[in-house]
């Protein structure tokens, strides 16, 4: 009975062990810091991957339809289009295509060859991302390795600065 208890005692740390996941308590997109594979549709009915974006430093900028912050963040950024050149800006939301090419088509996003619009509805990209609050912001270099994320609204300056990081 002593040597059972003495197995026991020894092996069961080990056990336990083996059972922890010590990245459980991060998002997965802390856990896997790659820019997302999910298939999205483009406003053409298109659907591409990550395998489809240039390798430019990207930020991936999820964002809701109906979101007024959102709104507003996508008009700073056409205002200021030129400084957002050199990188790639995906645009995904979780609402269905057609909701989407609304937005598209408001904002004029097929003018600006760095914007990628697409639509995920499948929401895989909110549970990704753990997204509590629109926009949420993540910037990745050309590697595609993350480097920093927002949720919620964020400054273009602040933008900039992890861009060019």
């Given at each position: 009975m002593r040597y059972l208890f003495l197995l026991l005692s020894i092996c069961m740390p080990m056990?336990?062990?083996a059972q922890f996941n010590p990245n459980s308590g991060k998002p997965?997109?802390?856990q896997y810091p790659i820019?997302?594979?999910f298939p999205m549709t483009l406003p053409d009915g298109h659907v591409i991957t990550k395998k489809d974006l240039k390798k430019d430093k990207t930020m991936v900028f999820v964002f809701s339809v109906d979101c007024d912050h959102c709104k507003h963040l996508t008009e700073e950024l056409i205002q200021n289009i030129d400084k957002f050149k050199n990188y790639q800006i995906l645009m995904v939301t979780?609402?269905?295509v057609d909701q989407m090419k609304e937005y598209y088509?408001?904002?004029n996003i097929s003018k600006y060859s760095n914007i990628i619009m697409a639509s995920e509805p499948s929401r895989q990209i909110m549970y990704f991302y753990d997204l509590k609050f629109f926009p949420g912001l993540y910037i990745y270099?050309?590697?595609?390795?993350f480097v920093h994320g927002f949720e919620g609204t964020a400054k273009i300056d602040s933008l900039l600065y992890y861009l060019k990081k």
């Open positions: 056990l336990l062990k997965p997109y802390l820019v997302p594979a979780p609402f269905q088509n408001h904002y270099t050309a590697k595609d390795k």
